[in-house]
C-alpha cells in the first residue's frame, strides 16, 4: 500500500498545480484510449513471459488506475480506496467456497459460481447474456461457449468453398471454442511471432 500511495503523490503532484500541462489537461474519456492501448501492451509482454517486460507493462496499467483514482479524487466522485476496497469485496463475494461455507472442487465450477453471481449482480450485459463492451472475437468466442450457433468444420470448408470469409470466421472461431482456446490470445501470440520473425 505505501507504493500505492507513493504512485498516487507522484499522480497528484503531475495534476497539481505547477505539474505537467499534458496530464493536468487529462479527463476520464480522454485517457481510455490510453487505458486499452496499455492494457494491450502488458498482454504482449504476458505471451511474450519477459519478467522484465511484464513488470514494466503491468506497471503502466496501473499508472491508468492511479491516474483516474486520482482524477475522481479531485471531482470528489471517489477514491483509490475506493477502487481497492471494491475490487477486495467482489473477490470475496464471489469465492464463498474460499470465504464462506459453498462448496467448489473444479475450476469450471468456480466459473460458474463466478458466472452465476455476476448475473445475480446485475451487470450490464446485452440480449445474449455477454458483457457490453466486449471485443468482437472474444463475444463471438464466449456466444459459442454458450452453445449459440457453434461453429464446426464442416461449416467452416463450406464457407471457404462458397469465398464467405465472414462465416468462415465464425466458424474458426468455433472450433476454438470446441477446444477451450482462446482465439485472441492465440491471434495475439501469432502476430508476435511475425514480428519477430519480419
Same mark, same amino acid.
Given at each position: 500500500?505505501?507504493?500505492?500511495?507513493?504512485?498516487?503523490?507522484?499522480? +497528484? +503532484? /503531475?495534476?497539481?498545480?505547477?505539474?505537467?500541462?499534458?496530464?493536468?489537461?487529462?479527463?476520464?474519456?480522454?485517457?481510455?484510449?490510453?487505458?486499452?492501448?496499455?492494457?494491450? @501492451?502488458?498482454?504482449?509482454?504476458?505471451?511474450?513471459?519477459?519478467?522484465? @517486460?511484464?513488470?514494466?507493462? /503491468?506497471?503502466?496499467?496501473?499508472?491508468?488506475?492511479?491516474?483516474?483514482?486520482?482524477?475522481?479524487?479531485?471531482?470528489?466522485?471517489?477514491?483509490?480506496?475506493?477502487?481497492?476496497?471494491?475490487?477486495?469485496? !467482489?473477490?470475496?463475494?464471489?469465492?464463498?467456497?474460499?470465504?464462506? %461455507?459453498? @462448496?467448489?472442487?473444479?475450476?469450471?465450477?468456480? !466459473?460458474?459460481?463466478?458466472?452465476? /453471481?455476476?448475473?445475480?449482480?446485475?451487470?450490464?450485459?446485452?440480449?445474449?447474456?455477454?458483457?457490453?463492451? $466486449?471485443?468482437?472475437? $472474444?463475444?463471438?468466442? %464466449?456466444?459459442?461457449? !454458450?452453445?449459440?450457433?457453434?461453429?464446426?468444420?464442416?461449416?467452416?470448408?463450406?464457407?471457404?468453398?462458397?469465398?464467405?470469409?465472414?462465416?468462415?470466421?465464425?466458424? /474458426?472461431?468455433?472450433?476454438?471454442?470446441?477446444?477451450?482456446?482462446?482465439? @485472441?490470445?492465440?491471434?495475439?501470440?501469432?502476430? $508476435? !511471432?511475425?514480428?519477430?520473425?519480419?
Amino acid at each position: 500500500m505505501e507504493s500505492m500511495e507513493r504512485l498516487l503523490e507522484v499522480m +497528484r +503532484r /503531475l495534476r497539481g498545480p505547477g505539474g505537467c500541462p499534458w496530464d493536468r489537461a487529462q479527463t476520464h474519456e480522454s485517457l481510455v484510449p490510453y487505458l486499452l492501448e496499455e492494457a494491450s @501492451e502488458a498482454a504482449d509482454a504476458l505471451l511474450e513471459g519477459n519478467p522484465q @517486460e511484464m513488470a514494466e507493462e /503491468l506497471g503502466d496499467v496501473l499508472l491508468q488506475v492511479a491516474f483516474h483514482s486520482v482524477i475522481a479524487e479531485e471531482e470528489g466522485r471517489f477514491t483509490y480506496g475506493d477502487v481497492e476496497r471494491a475490487i477486495v469485496e !467482489k473477490l470475496i463475494r464471489r469465492h464463498p467456497h474460499v470465504f464462506g %461455507e459453498a @462448496e467448489a472442487r473444479t475450476p469450471e465450477e468456480v !466459473k460458474a459460481r463466478w458466472e452465476d /453471481l455476476k448475473a445475480k449482480e446485475g451487470k450490464k450485459e446485452d440480449p445474449c447474456g455477454l458483457l457490453k463492451g $466486449l471485443p468482437t472475437l $472474444l463475444r463471438a468466442y %464466449e456466444l459459442q461457449r !454458450k452453445g449459440i450457433d457453434p461453429g464446426s468444420e464442416e461449416g467452416l470448408r463450406k464457407a471457404l468453398e462458397e469465398g464467405d470469409l465472414e462465416e468462415a470466421l465464425w466458424h /474458426l472461431v468455433g472450433l476454438f471454442a470446441a477446444k477451450g482456446m482462446d482465439p @485472441e490470445s492465440a491471434l495475439r501470440k501469432r502476430s $508476435l !511471432k511475425a514480428c519477430r520473425q519480419g
